[in-house]
């Protein structure tokens, strides 16, 4: 349970410390929002080294070469997490952070199904009460913070 508050404190105290700083000094929430996502995705790419194993478990056993996916998928999210750091790369990186989001799902259900010793999913389907509006609120905070466009402001 610790895991997905971790997940949340990441995501958001960047645009929280931005707030508050925005009663002094007029700013682009903007970017202090894609740093929490980086800062996430940094966080969360590092299980797929750190806990390698625990990841493999996750995944289906019919999926080929599920060690060699596992560190894929976590140099997949770094460079989501460098894009979303960069003025430039940001929306591609959010995009991509929404896609991998969606596409990782599976993983987590079967991992809740199979109450793999990783992140919380030992606990079984329960865990994806937990899970499943955690990536909502990700999903929204990437679109609403992030990637919805901002109305142009009348003369």
Same mark, same amino acid.
């Given at each position: 349970?610790?895991?997905?508050?971790?997940?949340?404190?990441?995501?958001?105290?960047?645009?929280?410390?931005?707030?508050?700083?925005?009663?002094?000094?007029?700013?682009?929430?903007?970017?202090?929002?894609?740093?929490?996502l980086g800062l996430?995705?940094?966080?969360?790419?590092?299980?797929?080294?750190?806990?390698?194993?625990?990841?493999?478990?996750?995944?289906?056993?019919?999926?080929?070469?599920?060690?060699? !996916? #596992?560190? =894929?998928?976590?140099?997949?999210? /770094?460079?989501?997490?460098?894009?979303?750091?960069?003025? @430039?790369? *940001?929306? &591609?990186?959010?995009?991509?952070?929404?896609?991998?989001?969606?596409?990782?799902?599976?993983?987590?259900?079967?991992?809740?199904?199979?109450?793999?010793?990783?992140?919380?999913?030992?606990?079984?389907?329960?865990?994806? !009460? #937990?899970? =499943?509006?955690?990536?909502?609120? /990700?999903?929204?905070?990437?679109?609403?913070?992030?990637? @919805?466009? *901002?109305? &142009?402001?009348?003369?």
């Amino acid at each position: 349970m610790v895991t997905p508050l971790l997940m949340l404190l990441i995501l958001v105290l960047p645009f929280l410390v931005r707030r508050l700083r925005r009663v002094l000094v007029l700013g682009d929430d903007r970017h202090a929002a894609a740093m929490g996502l980086g800062l996430l995705f940094l966080f969360t790419a590092s299980g797929h080294f750190l806990q390698a194993g625990g990841m493999v478990q996750m995944l289906p056993g019919w999926v080929p070469a599920r060690l060699e !996916l #596992v560190y =894929a998928t976590g140099v997949l999210e /770094i460079a989501i997490a460098l894009a979303v750091f960069s003025r @430039r790369w *940001r929306s &591609v990186g959010a995009w991509a952070a929404l896609i991998v989001l969606v596409a990782f799902f599976p993983a987590n259900i079967h991992a809740a199904l199979q109450h793999a010793p990783m992140g919380g999913h030992a606990w079984g389907p329960v865990y994806l !009460l #937990v899970r =499943a509006p955690l990536q909502v609120f /990700i999903c929204g905070w990437i679109w609403l913070l992030i990637l @919805r466009p *901002r109305p &142009v402001p009348a003369r």
